[in-house]
């Protein structure tokens, strides 16, 4: 059984679809995209009866990283990867960042990923299961006017290399680095979108499938890879 956090819309959602085609059970958690849970987890039902259920969670209340994976186990009874996709996104310019965009941008993508990974060692220890961290190219490169979320970041892919060698031999803990494969929500200057494009090896942009497919790669094909984290990215990095 898969858990997957923030996998009712984007990213998210292709993981969701390629995983549950290749055979997986989905756990879907969401935090405000109820309706987009709903219909994701009826349209995997109706291909195979029960393999899919979602669950509702802010991930920076005290509890709820421990609750989300009882929640999980509880209902499917087992639990055999852990995808850390939830994440926070937007700029923090220096001069007005505020200590409550640090902690949103700090807690969701450090900060519960750790303690669902904490939770969710036992059970995944049972099957040598593995943990898939979503993080980005700009852990590495700062992306302008994000330096929290560059921190931020660039902490999930020491916390990727720091899990991977606790929580070894038993489970395998990699991560995913996006470059731009699906623009953010909101309006984008399309002079931007071209200049992003003009700075990859490959002079084009990705898909979430593109993300997907290396996601299902590290679940069925790469039981010698832990510790790593894969640039999917079109050559950007270089």
Known sequence: MVLITGGARRVGAQIARTLHAAGANLFIHYRTSAQAATTLAAEFNRVRADSAAIHPAHLLEDDAPEEVIAAALNRF????????NASSFYPTPVGQITRSQWDDLVGSNVKAPLF???????????????????????????????????????????????????LGPDIRVNGIA????????????????????????????????????????????APYITGQIIAVDGGRSI
Request: charged content about 25%; proline content about 7%; glycine content about 6%.
């Open 77 to 84: 009874g087992r639990l055999d990867v852990l995808i850390n």
């Open 116 to 166: 669902l990974s904490q939770a969710a060692a036992p059970s995944l220890r049972t099957q040598r299961g593995l943990i898939i961290n979503m993080i980005d190219i700009h852990a590495l490169r700062p992306l302008r006017a994000h330096p929290v979320y560059s921190v931020a970041k660039a902490g999930l892919a020491m916390l990727t290399r720091s899990l991977a060698r606790e």
């Open 178 to 221: 996006p470059g731009p494969v699906l623009w953010p929500e909101g309006e984008m200057d399309d002079d931007l979108k071209r200049e992003i494009i003009d700075r990859t090896a490959l002079k084009r942009h990705g898909t979430p499938r593109d993300i997907a497919r290396t996601a299902l790669f590290l679940c069925q094909d």
